[in-house]
Structure formats: C-alpha cells, structure tokens
T-cell receptor
Framework: AQSVTQLDSQVPVFEEAPVELRCNYSSSVSVYLFWYVQYPNQGLQLLLKYLSGSTLVKSINGFEAEFNKSQTSFHLRKPSVHISDTAEYFCAVGKFYFGSGTKLNVKP | DTGVSQNPRHKITKRGQNVTFRCDPISEHNRLYWYRQTLGQGPEFLTYFQNEAQLEKSRLLSDRFSAERPKGSFSTLEIQRTEQGDSAMYLC?????????????FGEGSRLTVL
C-alpha cells in the first residue's frame, strides 16, 4: 500500500516570501501525483498534477511542483506568496492516498 | 457543469440512528468516490464506483457503512447504527476516466455529528 507524508502540518509565512510545502510518498512505482487546495469553507480543488513527461509542473497561480522519482517526493513551491494563498494543501498519490495536509497561513 | 453536489451539508444525529448522504457527481463523469475526513487528516478513501458497479469496498470502515449508485448517476452513503466515532466530514468526488484528466472533482462535503 502507498503512504503519503506531509511532515509540516502548519506553515506560517509572510506575504511575498517564498514557501515550500513538502510531500513524500512511499512507493517508487509509476504514480500519478496531485496537489489539491482547500480554501476556507470550500471543497478541495485541484492545484496541479504530474502524470508523465516534464517533472516540473506549474499551476496558473504561480505554484510549481517537481516530481523526484529517486527521492519519492513531490514538493510544492511558490517564490512569492499572497494573502489569498492562505489555505490547506493536500498532496495525493492517485485517487486513494492523501497526505494529512499542510495549512499555509500567509501573514501581512 | 454544476459541479459535485452533496446533501445534506450538515447532519446532527443521535447515536444509534441511521444516516444517509447523497452525492450528485458531474453529469458526464463515470467514476464516483467516497472519502471520510476527520480533523487534522486528509481524505481517507472509502469506496468507489465506475458507473453503477462498486469496484472497491474493502476500505469501508465497517459493515455499518454501505454505498450505492443504482443507476450510475447519483450515489448514497449510508451509515447504520451511528457511533460517536463516525463524526466526520464525508466527501464525495467524481472523475472522468479515459479522457486523461485523472483528477478528482470534490463536493463541499457532508458534515456528520453524532451525539
């Protein structure tokens, strides 16, 4: 069985600072990787995904994640965060395995 | 595309009662998934359907949990003889396999409180 680890349950950061949310998974077999975001009082929605091809994938709002097969990681990064990025972020492998989430709190 | 709809959004019940949640997926999606989410945790997979066929149900939490998707459209998740430990958010998601998207589209969830 697969497991997904998000070691940081909360990440406080000041506006315009860079941020990295870490995600590691247990199996190195071929996987589909996702980051979902949950804004306050809303359902989860897709932020970005890796299915195949380029290991660096990007979202429309400036986030990016890099698939690292050797380290079984899929860390999420943004070079400069906004207040509106305050949300909970979930890493997922396929459709059955989710991490426990990281709450990103962007402070002014 | 009206998104995934879940009802009711909130349910408060007494221990021992039965509850049923409904999920209406995005209309063209053939797969439907149920998850449970407790405080501080990510979604925990319970079961899923492809059209009306339930392809995986071994992850349902106990035999008190059951799900149906009788006509391959909406689905229901029933919890019988509820216990306080069943208090959680129950999430539904749908996806369209075969078109390459592979991502899940989630509803806003149904929050269950068992007193």
């Amino acid at each position: 069985a697969q497991s997904v680890t998000q070691l940081d349950s909360q990440v406080p950061v000041f506006e315009e600072a860079p941020v990295e949310l870490r995600c590691n998974y247990s199996s190195s077999v071929s996987v589909y990787l996702f980051w979902y975001v949950q804004y306050p009082n809303q359902g989860l929605q897709l932020l970005l995904k890796y299915l195949s091809g380029s290991t660096l994938v990007k979202s429309i709002n400036g986030f990016e994640a890099e698939f690292n097969k050797s380290q079984t990681s899929f860390h999420l990064r943004k070079p400069s965060v906004h207040i509106s990025d305050t949300a909970e972020y979930f890493c997922a492998v396929g459709k059955f395995y989710f991490g426990s989430g990281t709450k990103l709190n962007v402070k002014p | 595309d009206t998104g995934v709809s879940q009802n009711p959004r909130h349910k408060i019940t007494k221990r021992g009662q039965n509850v049923t949640f409904r999920c209406d997926p995005i209309s063209e999606h053939n797969r439907l998934y149920w998850y449970r989410q407790t405080l501080g945790q990510g979604p925990e997979f319970l079961t899923y359907f492809q059209n009306e066929a339930q392809l995986e149900k071994s992850r349902l939490l106990s035999d008190r949990f059951s799900a149906e998707r009788p006509k391959g459209s909406f689905s229901t998740l029933e919890i019988q003889r509820t216990e306080q430990g069943d208090s959680a958010m129950y999430l539904c998601a749908s996806s369209s396999e075969g078109t390459g998207g592979r991502e899940l589209f989630f509803g806003e969830g149904s929050r269950l409180t068992v007193l």
